[in-house]
């Protein structure tokens, strides 16, 4: 396990470099995006549109932010990660149409999203549950917004972040997942304890 301080965009390089339960600290401009925002930049490109949003090479956080207007912009008091298997559909064809290099969020992703990061050099990075306010720490400016009409959870904030995390490389642009790694511990433990037990 290796810890790492990287800047976005990402150098597609370093992102193959990376492995399953490395730590990464984040430095530059995220994207958050969920569900809605997913939908309708996926709708944009299929219809042709140029993309609003700058994603090549970039990060985006499966995160639906809160927010206080003041003077001069605003400022995020709550950042915590969204379950990022809520865009488990969504997340292959936007990996692939915007060429984005990373994915943050909470509780792991699908086999055909692993497949896609590494297919196209991409990473997914895990963020705590429950650490929202350590999370709107890690944010030190909001420079815009995207789609501000689907409302403050849905629209494409960008955060300009420094050190943000830690998160941890839970899928790799190998497509090895920590997830599935520690599913099969689980079942292999639940065997040897059935087995010491007589069940």
Request: aromatic content about 6%; overall charge positive; proline content about 4%.
């Amino acid at each position: 396990m290796a810890e790492y301080k990287l800047t976005t965009p990402l150098d597609p390089d370093v992102v193959r470099k990376l492995n399953i339960g490395d730590i990464v600290y984040l430095t530059g401009t995220i994207y958050t995006a969920r569900d809605e925002a997913h939908i309708h930049i996926l709708e944009d490109l299929r219809r042709g549109c140029e993309l609003k949003v700058p994603l090549r090479g970039s990060v985006i956080y499966h995160c639906g932010p809160i927010l206080k207007r003041e003077e001069g912009g605003w400022r995020v008091l709550a950042a915590g990660p969204t379950t990022s298997s809520r865009m488990n559909t969504l997340e292959p064809e936007f990996i692939e149409k915007t060429g984005i290099r990373g994915v943050i969020g909470k509780g792991g992703m699908s086999k055909p999203v692993a497949e896609s990061l590494a297919k196209h050099g991409a990473v997914y990075l895990s963020f705590t549950g429950g650490a929202a306010v350590l999370a709107a720490n890690g944010v030190k400016a909001v420079k815009g917004v995207y789609y501000e009409e689907l409302g403050m959870a849905e629209a494409v904030w960008v955060l300009e972040v420094k050190d943000f995390g830690p998160l941890i490389v839970g899928i790799d642009a190998k497509g090895n997942s920590i997830f599935d790694k520690v599913g099969l511990e689980v079942q292999q433990n639940i065997i040897k304890v059935r087995q010491r037990l007589g069940i």
